[in-house]
């Protein structure tokens, strides 16, 4: 029995299962998670975060899925073929039931994928090359695509299944408008498939899961999770406290300065593997005028050698040994292996670390005194973020770029970026397709909807958008290089570090690290 532990921090609470009038009682195992900051919401097509992939996969499912390994396995399809070019055929898993006990099928499959295609929905990225989705029979649907996708199963993997009739009885037929904080009935409720049902919902406070008995994958994934306590703690100490005093069993994001202590507890492990995730810094290189700057009339962002002198400004070995304790890589590029698409003599050829080069670099732009700007920086997402961004505001100082630094918590973050409200920025991004059309869609086309940098061009996007429908590996390959050659050289976003995922859990605790640092309950057990 897993009971949470008294104390100051986190009330006390043994969570015991009686059952019948003899007064059997079972014991739980209650897997208590925290980390620094929660989902900023629950609906599953509304926000293209990291952690609302995370709250919620524990949850729905997918047409497919991803095992501890990261290969492609059935998820509420149990198999998927091409009956021409443009056509995938998807065999529905039957006998499955939302945790209301309503049946899953074809409905709610077309439902869901229109859904996640809607404006207000930012998982569209991973659906641009459908055309529409079909019912053949109630279970068996077909996904007519624009044009030959060899990427689809990728993006399929992270678009969750709603109920429909859970939804046109909640109002919420559409995603969440989160770039206007719209407030729904899926923000805080869900009825998914998946392997845990949303019991209770308070964010920033507590969010509660309880085993769902009638999962369709128990058999695949037999874990012994009977609840999980979520309890985010934005506080470096105080979560680092929870988890030396036994109050939380996982933690994903321990203090990096803390991993020593932590690993000398016999009660604790510290897991660590490379993460699918690059963080680097946004410019808008697209408006005329900066919005938070001295500089007007004019953008200096626009210029090129303005975005070189801040990247060489950086020194991000720095950062990787004061800050990052050694636990990040240097980036050259957005994307990191095994993404298809990286080339590691990007990373082996940064930009050094150079500042006389980057004032000269200011001075041939027309800045010699340099200018006044604003970086805004969440200061609850990534490892370290806040402190990252006041080491590049006095590397920056010292060229003569005064940086005002506006940090808060990513729920007032990323509304200034999906906004483009925004002139410099941080921002963190994985790679769930392993794929670079991914990050091409989101951060590069003209229209992605992350892309608060504004860059981007007509022949750009003609690019972007050929690559999906492009089947022959080495010429898309080629195309992706293509693209690619085009960003480094231009710098439009400034490549800090490949984030390595680093965890501490409970000894008792077997979870295996996944790369994208979102753990999955359903592949848990207690010794």
């Known amino acids: 029995m897993r009971c949470l532990k008294k104390s100051l921090l986190l009330s006390a609470v043994c969570i015991i299962l009686s059952g019948g009038v003899a007064g059997h009682a079972q014991a739980e195992n209650t897997l ?53 070019p443009n056509t995938w055929e998807f065999r529905l898993r039957e006998n499955v039931r939302f945790h209301d006990g309503s049946d899953f099928d074809a409905d709610d499959v077309i439902f869901s994928i229109n859904r996640a295609l809607s404006e207000t929905s930012q998982m569209q990225g991973y659906l641009n090359s459908i055309e529409t989705v079909k019912k053949v029979d109630d279970h068996t649907v077909r996904l007519i695509t624009k044009g030959p996708n060899p990427i689809l199963l990728d993006q399929l993997v992270n678009v969750f299944m709603m109920d429909k009739e859970w939804s046109e009885e909640h109002g919420v037929e559409r995603p969440q408008n989160f770039k206007d904080q719209e407030e729904t009935f ?37 874990h012994n999770i009977d609840r999980v306590v979520w309890r985010p703690i934005s506080n470096l100490a105080t979560r680092v ?21 932590i690993d000398n507890y016999p009660e604790l492990n510290v897991l660590s593997t490379s993460q699918i995730r690059t963080i680097f810094l946004g410019l808008d290189v697209g408006r005329d005028e900066l919005r938070n700057s001295s500089v007007t009339g004019e953008n200096p962002f626009q210029d090129v050698r303005v975005r070189e002198a801040i990247y060489r400004a950086i020194n991000i070995i720095a950062i990787r040994e004061k800050i990052m304790r050694g636990l990040s890589m240097p980036a050259g590029m957005l994307i990191e292996p095994p993404i298809n698409g990286y080339n590691a003599d990007w990373d082996n050829n940064r930009l050094e670390y150079d500042p006389e080069r980057a004032a ?168």
Not at 241 to 261: F, G
Not at 457 to 485: C, F, G, Y
């Open 32 to 84: 208590r998670f925290s980390n620094k900051g929660d989902a900023p919401t629950f609906d599953p097509h509304a926000l293209n975060t990291q952690d609302t992939l995370m709250a919620t996969i524990q949850v729905y499912d997918g047409l497919v899925m991803r095992n501890p390994e990261m290969e492609i396995v059935p998820g509420l399809a149990v198999s998927w073929t091409n009956i021409d």
């Open 186 to 222: 899926a923000v805080r409720n869900a009825n998914g498939t998946g392997a845990f049902k949303l019991e209770s919902r308070e964010p920033d406070i507590e969010t509660v899961y309880v085993r769902n008995p009638d999962w369709w994958g128990s058999e695949t994934y037999d």
């Open 360 to 527: 000269e670099l200011l001075q041939e732009a027309g800045y010699p005194d340099g200018f006044t700007v604003r970086l805004d920086c969440p200061n609850d997402r990534y490892i370290n973020d806040e402190a990252i961004c006041q080491a590049v505001v006095g590397m920056l100082g010292r060229i003569g770029i005064q940086v005002n630094l506006n940090s808060q918590p990513k729920s007032k973050h990323f509304p200034l970026i999906t906004g483009r409200d925004t002139d410099f920025y941080m921002l963190g991004w994985g790679i769930p397709t392993m794929d670079s059309g991914f990050i091409f869609d989101y951060l590069f086309h003209s229209d992605g909807s992350w892309n608060a940098s504004g860059y981007g061009t007509p022949q750009l996007n003609a690019k972007i958008e050929k690559i999906r429908s492009v089947i022959d590996k080495e010429e898309r390959d080629l195309l992706i290089a293509e693209i690619w050659e085009q960003i480094v050289a231009e710098m439009p976003y400034i490549p800090l570090h490949h984030q390595m995922v680093t965890w501490a859990a409970s000894s008792d605790l077997n979870i295996p690290v996944e790369p994208n640092n979102m753990p999955r309950f359903y592949w848990a057990n207690f010794n």
């Open 241 to 261: 406290a929870a988890l030396l005093s036994n109050e939380v069993d996982l933690v994903i994001d321990p203090p990096l300065q803390d991993l020593a202590r």
